[in-house]
């Protein structure tokens, strides 16, 4: 057992509904280390601006209220560290004798732990860097899904379930604009409650598969026809055939963020442009878009069960890897080969190397591009993820 | 005990997560009555144009999926009858030898109700037309509260309780969008579920009280200097000093719906407009919009519990009271004078005359205009009404 330890713990990138699992996770098993724990404000911003706070003193009622919090409650950034910014935290974590530092993030956030990992080993600095994953987008390699995905892709099929119900009530045609700049699984997951044949989504766009306005226009005046409704889940991401976002092809003015990504969120821009094309194009008088906004990452209450229950375990296992492995390294859920099996997540060790800016998309074998939706194989990977707590519902008529 | 009834049930105006349970309140204590119980689709206009199914036969553990199922199992619409619509009504109702219609619906649905049962009246015809309140806005006058709201209030409620932790995550300025074309009280219930004095929405902005962007940009200033933060929740509906709608001023192209209300939601037109005042007049970066969309009134799984109940238990005593009242009526929830009492709610009768086409908005005493704040009155008149299955939150920094 290691002894008079000093970690330091960091939140980074896009927080989600159970990044505190994974937080509260880390602080009880460096307790049992006797490790004085250290959290960053703002992810590594925290570092070089010396915004400190010790952890060992929150109390287990504390914990468990934590643990049920969305967002990051340490705070979070979207800096990306660059060499100077990396000798900066170098210092820092020195001079407060920082051995092992935790930082829960996406693979924005791997990449500034490969880079600072990397800057401490040239400078014989015996710092052990550990990874922990989160991210809606579930777009990391080498994990067969994301802590925070589980919970987003819930909020999203239990939103397009009520919509479907909704616009059964009311027909016309509903988009919903759902977040995902490359990875198109959380768009795919409004599919996950869909019942019969006839429910919504009945069109769904991701990033992988390029966006051509017309056949968008020719594919809805299909379903319109069949059942005097269409209701269509779209990527925030998706992209024309020359790769280029069709989100920057329509905004006037476009935002970019330090990492040169495009704001996609908070902004109604995509679906009000795309239910105009629709009005026009097809005469349907009540075409509705909605944009899914920030709730699909930190709506209170209703976070997957499943999801809740792996984020919490793998902040606990990266600890327990930590102390048997001192290397630095990203802690991840091993992917799955086949998903019709009893769904049984195991822990796994990866490289930094191999996770850190690297990007997953959909395989191939989720999503059938003619028919713009997901597969069976789609179905059975993702429905384990977001839990059971769901009612049963039923169309009378 | 009545007997040979035959009994028509519809649902009108927009759905919400409950309509269904009153709906299944009517079946089952029909069923008692022994009636033929009819459902016209999509409304009224399943009337006109004979779209009729029978409900007798909905086995048990249907009802209890259908319970549970957002959106209107029958089908809505937002028809509004003319002397001439309520003639081909008339004429469908006498000839199904129909004598009780329920209508579950808010107050566009209910002046319908009026209207057919005056023309009944004048045409010497035995029917009985009840009012069965739904309504996601609470702007039905006469009642404590509206069976939708307390299930909608809850979603939004939960929203920005999320909010409030992720924009502590990544600080900015956030402005979410709620519905409410003329009362503020779901734009109200976003602060319910705030625990310290720095949680947001900072500032809540309801249709009742005049919208200049002047005291907006200073609002948002003065809580941005103080919290490096700001959410606001600002409703769809409001207006300027001159009472024109402010989404008017703003929108190129308005549509419009049989009743001549403006479309409000389904675009995210004011949200961004908003947010690019911001944006332009105070230099901040990172500034969001998100509009809350329909998901308000039919996300699947988290209708609050009091909610549902209620719903459920206005169907059973619509019938009831229809047995014991012969007269048509519209059916409430008596309003409560003191808000800190315990919560007991009590069903009554109003006159359908007392209730059509009327809109009750926020009470001054829910509001204080000065703090863009709710008032300690609201948040215990709206408490109840969101039940109770929260999991506690925390700040820990």
Do not use: W
């Not at 020195?94 to 092992?100: E, Q, R, S, V, Y």
């Not at 924005?108 to 991210?135: A, F, G, M, W």
């Not at 020719?218 to 409704?229: A, D, E, L, M, Q």
């Amino acid at each position: 057992m290691p002894n008079n330890n000093n970690i330091l713990i960091a939140q980074g990138g896009g927080p989600t509904n159970v990044i505190n699992q994974s937080l509260a996770g880390i602080i009880i098993n460096e307790k049992k280390n006797k490790s004085k724990i250290f959290g960053s404000l703002n992810g590594v911003n925290g570092i070089i601006n010396n915004n400190f706070v010790t952890l060992n003193n929150i109390l287990p009622d504390e914990i468990t209220m934590l643990r049920n919090t969305p967002g990051a409650a340490l705070g979070s950034t979207r800096d990306k560290p660059d060499q100077k910014y990396c000798e900066e935290i170098y210092n820092v974590l020195k001079k407060k004798k920082i051995n092992k530092f935790y930082y829960i993030g996406g693979n924005d956030s791997s990449d500034s732990l490969r880079i600072i990992s990397q800057y401490s080993k040239e400078k014989n600095y015996s710092l052990q860097c550990i990874h922990v994953p989160k991210t809606i987008d579930n777009d990391l390699v080498l994990n067969d899904h994301t802590p925070g995905f589980g919970s987003a892709a819930k909020y999203v099929a239990q939103l397009f379930s009520g919509i479907n119900f909704d616009v059964r009530s009311l027909p016309g045609v509903y988009i919903g604009v759902v977040m995902g700049r490359h990875a198109g699984f959380l768009t795919a997951s409004s599919s996950i409650l869909r019942n019969k044949s006839s429910d919504g989504p009945h069109i769904i766009l991701i990033p992988e598969f390029s966006f051509n306005i017309k056949d968008f226009i020719t594919s809805i005046k299909s379903v319109f026809n069949k059942y005097g409704r269409c209701i269509i889940a779209v990527s925030e991401g998706i992209k024309n055939k020359n790769n280029i976002l069709y989100s920057k092809k329509i905004q006037s003015s476009s935002e970019y963020d330090d990492h040169g990504n495009i704001q996609l969120s908070g902004s109604g821009m995509l679906g009000d442009f795309l239910a105009n094309e629709v009005k026009n194009k097809l005469k349907i008088s009540r075409v509705r878009a909605d944009t899914l906004g920030y709730s699909q990452r930190c709506f209170l209450g209703s976070a997957s069960e499943i999801d809740q229950k792996e984020a919490f375990q793998i902040g606990l296992k990266a600890v327990s890897f930590s102390n048997a492995n001192k290397n630095s390294f990203s802690i991840g859920i091993e992917e799955r080969k086949f998903f019709s099996k009893k769904y049984n997540p195991k822990f796994i060790v990866n490289k930094l190397i191999d996770i850190a800016g690297k990007t997953k998309i959909m395989p191939g074998k989720f999503y059938n591009s003619k028919k713009f939706d997901v597969t069976n194989d789609f179905l059975n990977y993702c429905r384990p993820l977001i839990g059971k707590k769901f009612p049963r519902t039923t169309s009378i008529v």
